[in-house]
C-alpha cells in the first residue's frame, strides 16, 4: 500500500495562523518532517502529539541546501512507500521562496500520491500584523515579492509599488544600496519586520538611505517592506504597542 505526502504551509509562526486544514492533516499524520521557520509553539505543539515520528530537516545556518533536499527527497520517498502519511511542513505558504516546485517534481517522478495546502505567507501576516496594508489607492498601486540575494536587477517595477523582499534581514544594507543604485528614491519607507506574528515581533522604520546606516542586527525571520504603504502603518503604530516599534530615520 502507498502512502502519501502532504506538503503543507505552517503559516508565519504564530499558532493561531495556522490553517484548519493543515491542523486536521497534522492530527492525522503519520510522520511530520519540519523546517526552522515553523515557529517554536508549532514545533511544541507537533512534538507533543502521540504515535507520530516528527523529524527536524531544517537547514542549519552556513549547510548546503542540496544536500538537505536530498535527505528531505529520501525521508519522503522512505515513509511513503511504508505506506505512511507524511507531513512536510514549511514555513509560511510552500509556493513562496519553499522549494515547492522540486519538491512537487521528486514526488511526482517516484509516482508518489501528494496534496499541497497553502499557509498564510509571511508575505502577507508580517505587514499586517504591523499594520501594513500591501496595496492602498494613492501609496501603494500593487506590490512585488522578491528575495535579498538578489536586489539588484530591481527597477521600474520598485519604484512606484509595494517591494517586499524575504531573506534580507541580515544583509538589509547591501539590500538598500542595490535599491537606491537601481533607481529607487533614497527617502522611500521602509519597516523591517522581524519575527512577525510571534508574540515579540518588532518593526523598524527608517528610509531606504537610513536602512544602509544601520547596523544589520535584526532578529531572523525577518523581512522588509519598501513603498509609501510604510507611512499608514506609523499612523497606527501605538496600537501596536511602543515597545515594539523603533523608529530609526536616519
Ligand atoms: C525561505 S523564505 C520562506 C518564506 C515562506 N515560505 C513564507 O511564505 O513566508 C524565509 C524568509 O521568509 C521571511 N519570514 C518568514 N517568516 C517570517 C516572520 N514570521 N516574520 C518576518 N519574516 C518572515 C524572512 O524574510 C525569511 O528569511
Known amino acids: 500500500m502507498r502512502g502519501k505526502v502532504y ?3 505552517a503559516g508565519p509562526g504564530n499558532f493561531e495562523l495556522l490553517t484548519l486544514k493543515a491542523y486536521r492533516i497534522l492530527n492525522e499524520a503519520d510522520v511530520i518532517l519540519y523546517d526552522r521557520l515553523v515557529g517554536e509553539e508549532i514545533e511544541s505543539y507537533i512534538k507533543s502529539l ?7 530537516v531544517g537547514k542549519e545556518r552556513g549547510e548546503k541546501g542540496e544536500r538537505r533536499q536530498q535527505e528531505i527527497n529520501r525521508l519522503m520517498k522512505k515513509y511513503a512507500s511504508e505506506g505512511k502519511v507524511v507531513v512536510r511542513l514549511k514555513g509560511g505558504d510552500p509556493g513562496v521562496f519553499g522549494r515547492l516546485a522540486e519538491e512537487m517534481e ?3 517522478q517516484n509516482n508518489i500520491p501528494f496534496e499541497v495546502v497553502p499557509g498564510v505567507s509571511s508575505v502577507n501576516a ?8 500591501l496595496t492602498h489607492p494613492e501609496a ?16 521600474e517595477l520598485a519604484k512606484s509599488g509595494t517591494l517586499v523582499v524575504l531573506m534580507g534581514g541580515c ?10 543604485e537601481s533607481g529607487i528614491n533614497p527617502e522611500t519607507e521602509v519597516a523591517v519586520i522581524e519575527r512577525g506574528s510571534f508574540e515579540d515581533q518588532r518593526v523598524t522604520f527608517s528610509t531606504v538611505r537610513g536602512l544602509t546606516e544601520l547596523e544589520n542586527d535584526f532578529t531572523s525571520p525577518a523581512l522588509i517592506v519598501v513603498g509609501g504603504v510604510v507611512k499608514l502603518a506609523k499612523k497606527y503604530s501605538r496600537l501596536i504597542g511602543l515597545d515594539k516599534i523603533r523608529d530609526r530615520k536616519i
Open 50 to 56: 502521540r504515535d507520530k515520528e516528527v523529524i527536524y
Open 106 to 108: 521528486f514526488l511526482f
Open 126 to 133: 508580517a505587514p499586517v500584523y504591523s499594520n501594513i496594508p
Open 7 to 9: 506538503i503543507v504551509g
Open 171 to 180: 544583509t538589509a544594507k547591501e539590500v538598500a544600496s542595490n535599491l537606491m
Open 140 to 155: 501603494g498601486f500593487g506590490f512585488l515579492v522578491v528575495s535579498g540575494r538578489d536586489t539588484r536587477r530591481l527597477s
